[in-house]
């Protein structure tokens, strides 16, 4: 008489690996709508978060209302002066924030690819967001870079040429937002290292007409911006003028 013998079935790897990708699938969903359209929501239609209190701000703020970056820089030009003399400085014009650059920049991170105008997350001064934002690649990697952003004040001086006030700030890597979960780069402490290779560079097009510091700017010398990364600094705000175009006073009526 023949013993029978009974199979026992076990879970192959097959099976397993397929339970892992669908997981993860569920996971990468979830992530997406909550970073990408939950969150943006809440804080688009969160009441007041907006709001400047100060007659004169020192750090923006971000779209919940959190502190962003502090401000350090300020320059006085026509719209046109400051992106001509940013683009012969080498800086480049930074994409709009949103999913698609959000994921092309972490996929030039992966890739080692260079990307001239990998996006900033929008930042927000006199309620509203950034009106320009500059990035300068730093090798063939998207994860460390110079950036800036600039916000058109209202100001004017005697030609009637606009003041733009900003915030430079270095990118030393690529990571999830501890706000939106959003992808984003973590910011380097020293911001006044920033500040200062900022007009060096600008320095360096011989398009800069006068520079001035303005010490005691912030009285706050550290804190933490909206991602949770530190920062500190001397407190002093870098100013300059750019050159004259014979077209500004046209330009900026």
């Not at 030039?108 to 990035?135: C, H, M």
Request: with cysteine; charged share 25%.
């Amino acid at each position: 008489m023949e013993s029978s013998k009974k199979s026992v079935s076990h879970p192959s790897r097959f099976g397993r690996s397929n339970r892992l990708v669908e997981a993860f699938a569920v996971f990468l969903m979830f992530w997406l709508i909550a970073a990408y359209g939950v969150v943006p929501w809440l804080s688009k239609n969160y009441p007041g978060h907006h709001s400047v209190a100060e007659a004169r701000p020192r750090i923006t703020r971000t779209s919940d209302g959190h502190p962003g970056d502090p401000l350090n820089v300020a320059l006085t030009g026509s719209e046109t002066d400051l992106q001509e003399i940013m683009n012969a400085a080498n800086w480049y014009p930074a994409a709009a924030l949103g999913l698609k650059s959000d994921l092309k920049i972490a996929a030039d991170t992966v890739l080692s690819r260079p990307d001239d105008s990998a996006p900033v997350s929008s930042l927000y001064l006199f309620g509203r967001k950034e009106d320009l934002a500059f990035e300068q690649p730093v090798g063939d990697n998207p994860r460390h870079r110079h950036h800036v952003r600039f916000w058109k004040t209202g100001k004017v001086n005697q030609e009637g040429r606009s003041t733009w006030i900003g915030s430079a700030v270095y990118d030393k890597r690529v990571g999830l937002s501890r706000t939106t979960g959003q992808i984003t780069h973590v910011t380097a402490a020293d911001i006044d290292v920033e500040r200062d290779y900022l007009f060096k560079c600008l320095e360096q097009t011989g398009d800069l007409a006068e520079h001035s510091s303005e010490p005691g700017f912030h009285q706050q010398r550290e804190g933490v911006n909206g991602g949770g990364d530190p920062w500190y600094t001397d407190g002093a705000l870098w100013t300059g003028v750019i050159q004259m175009n014979t077209l500004d006073l046209s330009s900026e009526q």
